[in-house]
């Protein structure tokens, strides 16, 4: 197919969706606490954001590292999702 678009890989597709997502949640997000015009309540709308984006870092990467199992070692999955989770760790850490 001379000209047109490449085939993209389910999984690439779909972090590529993911992220879109993300972004649109992050720019409605943003306008709506311009839009309340409060302290308060862009608080509370950053909260959720919060809940957003590890559950789409966990997705993705999933994802990623499932559409690249032949590729990659089991170690090194093991390390990537610690990484993962160490991240997590240390937004919660006090």
């Not at 879109?20 to 308060?40: H, P, R």
């Amino acid at each position: 197919m001379k000209g047109a678009l490449k085939l993209i890989e389910k999984a690439l597709l779909m972090i590529i969706l993911l992220r879109i997502f993300s972004g649109s949640v992050d720019i409605t997000a943003a306008m709506l606490m311009y839009k309340f015009n409060d302290l308060e309540k862009a608080f509370y709308i950053n909260t959720l954001l919060a809940l957003v984006g590890p559950c789409v870092l966990i997705i993705t990467t999933g994802i990623a590292l499932f559409g690249l199992a032949e590729k990659i070692s089991l170690s090194r999955m093991i390390c990537l999702f610690g990484g993962i989770v160490l991240i997590l760790y240390s937004l919660k850490a006090d």
